[in-house]
């Protein structure tokens, strides 16, 4: 069984100032993990992902994220944020073998807000 | 160009009514995923397929249900058995099979359903 914890449901920062949005999962497989972005009203967007490999991960939109297995977390971050990524922001998790367990489990989102 | 198509944008559902939601993909993905959003929950999956003729209930198909007669379609209807069929609903896709890519799933913008 996997499950995901993004804390709090909403991050609000200053324009140019560091965005960091916490994730922490947990697996009993080897996770996928990825970030999603979603704007109102429309689908999810892939920001980033980690299946193996290096574990520092570059995204989109300068966004990067950190696999840390000994902390379960996989936390967002960007350095400068812009009035651009006020969004929803998703964390989801799968088990790495195609089957069942290829589903997603996602977290319940938080919303980045970014002042002028 | 490639994608997932959802239509309607918004649907409305009179009581006593089913109403059938349209998922389709040209993306030659093999497997497709119905998901609700409702505001502070996350994602929760619905039913997902991972092969023509064949699907699986998801976390919350009570009152759902679904076809997968062809590889690009994937249509959910919601049932008068849904007792609070208000929400954004989410398709999505991925091409299925062992591989961290092949786990990416790719988002129709969205069907956002109220009922009358």
């Known amino acids: 069984a996997q499950s995901v914890t993004q804390l709090g449901s909403h991050v609000s920062v200053s324009e140019g100032a560091l965005v960091l949005l916490r994730c922490n999962y947990s697996s009993s497989v080897p996770p996928y993990l990825f970030w999603y972005v979603q704007y109102p009203n429309q689908g999810l967007q892939l920001l980033l992902k980690?299946?193996?490999?290096?574990?520092l991960v570059k995204g989109i939109n300068g966004f990067e994220a950190e696999f840390k297995k000994s902390e379960t977390s996989f936390h967002l971050t960007k350095p400068s944020a812009h009035m651009s990524d006020a969004a929803e922001y998703f964390c989801a998790v799968s088990a790495a073998p195609f089957g069942a367990n290829s589903k997603l489990t996602f977290g319940k989102g938080i919303t980045l807000s970014v002042r002028p | 160009d490639g994608g997932i198509t959802q239509s309607p944008k918004y649907l409305f559902r009179k009581e006593g009514q089913n109403v059938t939601l349209s998922c389709e993909q040209n993306?030659?993905?093999?497997?497709m995923y119905w998901y609700r959003q409702d505001p502070g929950q996350g994602l929760r999956l619905i039913y997902y397929s991972q092969i023509v003729n064949d699907f699986q209930k998801g976390d919350i198909a009570e009152g759902y249900s679904v076809s997968r007669e062809k590889k690009e379609s994937f249509p959910l209807t919601v049932t008068s058995a849904q007792k609070n069929p208000t929400a954004f609903y989410l398709c999505?896709?991925?091409?299925?099979?062992?591989?961290?890519?092949?786990?990416?799933?790719?988002f129709g913008a969205g069907t956002r359903l109220s009922v009358l």
């Open positions: 980690y299946t193996t490999g290096a574990t």
């Open positions: 993306l030659n993905h093999d497997a």
């Open positions: 999505a896709s991925s091409m299925g099979g062992r591989g961290g890519t092949k786990n990416i799933q790719y």
